[in-house]
């Protein structure tokens, strides 16, 4: 036995028994690493099936937004609002009675007053008002009523066309005070357009210019049976 074999008294042969033979216990361990992979492999896979539906949804609500964005001005479904409720804040714009009292001056800031308590500020803005611009009648706009960068109102804000910067897509506004341009789309900070500037204006705009810019807070509208309502997530 020591050597590893043993005598078999009815045949008088030698059989030869290997050491590394598996035993019972080997063999439990082996199927519990087997159970264990492949209850790894379940997982794995419910995980992976669980993104790509979340990836889908997701999907599916940039498109929707998307499809808002390119008119400017979008139908809300039923459905549109409960997603919205989980992820945006959809609020009814109090100061106007429906689509039809949006301004239709081209090109000129009007402000609106939304009454939203997100965008009250007792001192500055008690009726939480909001800029709405009608470009070209091609799109409306929605934007802070005060320059994000100086904190004036943008009543008297220049409405620029669309340059590289905005890949020739998206119109600009420059505030009439301190210059800051912003895309009018997504609120980002650009260059700022020092050639039509006076003397004067040069010099005050000029000043303002050391400051730090920062981006516009735009919102997104929409309509929901008959009613202006705006995003301000």
Request: proline content about 4%.
């Amino acid at each position: 036995v020591k050597s590893g074999f043993f005598h078999q008294t009815r045949t008088s042969n030698f059989i030869f028994r290997s050491k590394a033979e598996p035993t019972i216990a080997t063999m439990r361990v082996q199927l519990l690493q087997a159970i264990t992979i492949a209850a790894s492999a379940i997982v794995a896979t419910t995980f992976t099936l669980n993104n790509a539906r979340s990836a889908q949804k997701s999907t599916a609500i940039m498109a929707k937004k998307m499809k808002r964005k390119k008119s400017g001005f979008g139908q809300m479904s039923d459905g549109e609002e409960e997603t919205a409720a989980g992820a945006s804040v959809w609020l009814p714009v109090l100061g106007l009675a429906s689509r039809e009292d949006l301004p239709t001056e081209e090109n000129q800031v009007k402000l609106v007053d939304t009454m939203a308590q997100q965008l009250i500020d007792p001192r500055t803005n008690p009726n939480g008002a909001v800029s709405v611009v009608n470009y070209n009648s091609k799109r409306t706009y929605c934007f802070s009523a005060s320059c994000s960068s100086c904190k004036i109102p943008l009543t008297k804000a220049k409405i620029l066309d669309p340059n590289a910067e905005t890949d020739d897509v998206d119109p600009r506004l420059e505030c009439d005070f301190c210059g800051a341009t912003y895309n009018l789309s997504t609120g980002k900070v650009l260059s700022e357009d020092k050639e039509s500037r006076g003397l004067l204006d040069g010099l005050v705009k000029g000043f303002m210019a050391n400051n730090n810019k920062v981006p516009l807070a735009t919102y997104e509208l929409g309509d929901k049976g008959g009613k202006v309502m705006i995003n301000i997530s």
